[in-house]
């Protein structure tokens, strides 16, 4: 039950869930520990009942929002005084962006599957002997983050990254970091390019007649929530500058929205390549907002 | 494993245990300056989200406040560069007596094979007079600011197992790296580039993979950061393709007013540390370019190092070594794979030789002349040392545990010294014993830290670098 309570709120009610008992940090709820594991019995050992039990809890539905003076007070929500806030797990932080992109390949199970990585970390002098990473090109490019294939010695770098463990030794709990290295995989690695531009070309085919529209349908794929004004304000803005200087021809909007400039994507109908460019900073922007990879 | 244990410690007296009290008030001193460490931490979490990296003061007087550390990964044979054993010349070709080898394992060799005579010449250089190979002729010039330590001794007698010790303190991956031990308790003094960088030259990675520099159940921003020598020199730190600094720019400040109006709304000062590590990225773009760039030093500064800028090496690594510690990186650790001499002895280690040791020279002359040497701490060795009997036909050795050299300098290391001594044969250590764990107990102390007291919690025990063993050597510390 602890680790239900973890995954949900962040951390668990015994902060210390792989070392549970008297050596370990005293829980900040000892009844209500107790009280869910007697509820987990009676009810069966039913998991979902458990799982139901938490998320309709007044507990859990909560705001999020906190006060400066609140978070002086309980600044880790050890009180649960408000919902859990945080960034969600590396995987997670991947399969959003895939799933927001509409990239995401569902399939469940099967082998391991190889996302673009990297070359250069698979051979000498990085790695000890050569690896083999035959990047996938098909669906298996986008399968969810669990099926990445894994070398204990040269794990997937945006993973590792987001504070995945390496599985050297077994992890009940991942440390939840903030890095320059994060920012600089969100922004700049190139499966997460594809997915803006994915994401970019989504928008325009399906977002609706206007900026407007669109920006609403793209910020939504990402946060689940409609922008507010200045929001939308300031992605506007953000996608006039760019367009016209991609219109420009201060930069050539084909390198941004292909891999290969020669061989364009298909365009929407009506659409530019400069739109297409300006679209891709903007979906690559919601794509990077805190709230994204954030649980809230 | 990566726990954030440090983060909620020491906040609520009703939390101590009895055995908490028996573990910590009965300590003495250290643990009051360790108590301060952690009041220190504690009372800056209360204020803002905590950075893990923020420096802090080590519990006790340091002398050295950053570490270069040189792993000539593969192993060196101390008996081709500093061991000089005459007997063993005199019995190049003889077997071994009977008695030495009671006992022994060898990783690939029937351990009752001939000796090998040592392959190179030896002089006595500097005041010091420390003897060294005819290979070494730039680290000859530099005897007098190194100690040398001939006595080292390692419980492992493979490469990753070997490689694992030397950096974590056990045979068996998991454990926290050195540099990330020091990370996690020193922090970092540079705001735009890691605190654990690693670099890797020579014909292949380290055996020991990505675990040699792992922060184990530390949180896993201790870990190394792999830099590399050419390319992107972080992971994706360059802009994509069609977005050049402008773009990239009016990104983040959209990226960045959007999250402060979400702050706005939920209140929650996380996402100022969010905002934080993408303007840090920004920076990085800049200063990581600029700090690979070896083309602004001096050419007598690129000559004394053997660096060629645009061209990636061992030089050039220890070069970039040198700029990082400059911009305040807390540990920097080269390998260079490449001193496997089972066979082709004499012409592979001369190579090896050409390859590291004007850089290795210059590294410690050149931060000796920039006031430098002083608070930095340089360590040079590999996981072990080699056979005195022979592999390969007549040009080769085997892995060897019992013996081995390695030498240090700088960050209150006494220069100009050797100590401990091998017999006759270069077998076994007989004076001034140092094992892997006295080197890590004594690199701790020179950073400010008893090594008994330096401790993460994790699985219900205190774990640290030396684990259960470990003496600090004394004779090192000038």
């Given amino acids: 039950m602890n680790r239900f309570w973890q995954a949900y709120f962040g951390i668990g009610i015994v902060s210390t869930s792989e070392d549970l008992g008297t050596q370990s940090e005293p829980p900040s709820h000892p009844e209500l520990l107790d009280w869910l594991a007697v509820e987990f019995m009676d009810r069966g050992w039913d998991m979902k009942a458990m799982h139901r039990l938490i998320v309709t809890s007044a507990s859990y539905r909560q705001s999020s929002h906190v006060t400066p003076e609140a978070y002086e007070r309980d600044p880790y929500n050890r009180l649960i005084s408000r919902a859990p806030r945080f960034r969600v797990d590396g995987e997670i932080v ?98 997460f390019v594809e997915m803006a531009r994915a994401l970019a070309l989504k928008t325009l085919r399906e977002g609706g007649p206007t900026d407007k529209d669109r920006l609403v349908y793209a910020f939504r794929r990402c946060v689940s929530r409609k922008p507010t004004e200045t929001e939308m304000t300031a992605l506007s803005n953000l996608l006039d500058k760019e367009q016209q200087r991609y219109a420009d021809g201060k930069l050539n909007p084909l390198e941004l929205i292909a891999d290969n400039p020669a061989q364009p994507p298909m365009l929407p109908k009506d659409a530019s390549p400069a739109q297409a460019a300006a679209w891709t900073v903007v979906s690559r922007a919601i794509l990077n907002l805190d709230e994204t990879i954030t649980k809230e | 494993m990566n726990c954030q244990d440090h983060l909620y410690r020491s906040e609520d007296p009703k939390g101590r245990t009895r055995r908490w009290f028996f573990e910590q008030c009965a300590v003495g001193l250290g643990s009051i300056a360790l108590a301060q460490l952690f009041a220190e931490a504690g009372a800056a979490a209360t204020t803002a989200p905590a950075n893990p990296l923020a420096p802090k003061r080590p519990p006790l007087p340091a002398k050295a406040k950053n570490v270069i550390f040189l792993f000539m990964a593969g192993a060196p044979s101390h008996l081709e560069l500093f061991d000089y054993k005459p007997q063993l010349a005199k019995f190049d070709g003889k077997l071994p007596p009977a008695e030495l080898l009671k006992g022994y394992r060898a990783a690939f060799i029937n351990p009752n094979s001939t000796l090998l005579g040592p392959k190179f010449k030896f002089e006595k250089y500097g005041q010091s007079g420390a003897e060294l190979s005819e290979l070494l002729p730039h680290l000859a010039k530099v005897a007098d600011d190194i100690a040398i330590v001939k006595s080292m001794v390692t419980d492992a007698f493979n490469h990753a197992p ?70 992107d020199p972080v992971l994706y730190l360059s802009n994509p393709r069609g977005i050049d600094s402008d773009v990239q720019r009016d990104s983040l400040d959209t990226i960045s007013s959007l999250n402060q109006m979400r702050q706005g709304v939920t209140g929650d000062p996380e996402i100022s540390t969010r905002i934080n590590s993408f303007e840090m990225a920004y920076r990085m773009q800049s200063s990581a370019p600029e700090l690979m760039d070896v083309t602004k030093e001096p050419k007598h500064i690129l000559e004394m190092y053997g660096a060629e800028p645009g061209k990636p090496s061992f030089a050039n690594d220890c070069l970039l070594a040198r700029r990082m510690v400059e911009r305040g990186v807390r540990f920097v650790q080269l390998y260079h794979e490449a001193w496997d001499q089972h066979t082709n002895l004499v012409h592979d280690i001369k190579e090896n030789c050409v390859d590291t040791d004007r850089a290795c020279a210059a590294l410690v002359q050149d931060l000796k002349q920039r006031g430098m040497l002083d608070d930095t701490l340089v360590i040079w060795g590999g996981e072990f040392g080699r056979t005195p009997m022979v592999q390969g036909g007549n040009d080769g050795r085997d892995h060897h545990p019992n013996a081995f050299t390695m030498w240090m300098a700088g960050g209150g290391i006494k220069p100009g010294i050797t100590i401990g001594e091998s017999d006759d044969l270069g077998f076994n250590v007989i004076k001034d014993k140092v094992h892997v764990h006295d080197l890590h107990a004594t690199i701790l102390h020179l950073l400010g830290f008893e090594h008994t007291k330096f401790t993460y919690r994790f699985q219900g025990r205190n774990f640290r670098l030396t684990d259960v063993a470990g003496q600090v050597v004394p004779q090192l510390l000038a």
């Fill in chain 1, 94 to 191: 991947r399969d959003i962006a895939l799933e927001a992109s509409g990239l995401l390949n569902p399939k469940v199970g099967g082998p391991s599957v190889f996302p673009p990585a990297p070359a250069f970390l698979f051979v000498p002098p990085v790695s000890y002997a050569p690896k083999t990473w035959t990047v996938s090109t098909g669906p298996d490019r986008y399968r969810r983050a669990i099926y990445t294939f894994r070398y204990r010695s040269v794990p997937y770098p945006m993973l590792e990254t987001f504070d995945a463990p390496n599985g050297d030794s077994s992890c009940v709990r991942r440390a939840r970091s903030d890095t320059p290295l994060q920012a600089l995989a969100t922004l700049n690695d190139p499966l």
């Fill in chain 2, 162 to 231: 070997g490689q694992l010790l030397m950096n974590t303190g056990t045979q068996q991956f998991g454990r926290p790296s050195m540099g990330s031990w020091v990370t996690y308790g020193l922090g970092n003094e540079s705001k735009d580039l890691p605190g654990f960088v690693v670099f890797s030259s020579g014909k292949k990675g380290p055996s020991g993979g990505n675990s040699c520099w792992g922060s184990g159940f530390l949180p896993t921003v201790y870990q190394g950061v792999q830099f590399r020598g050419s390319g």
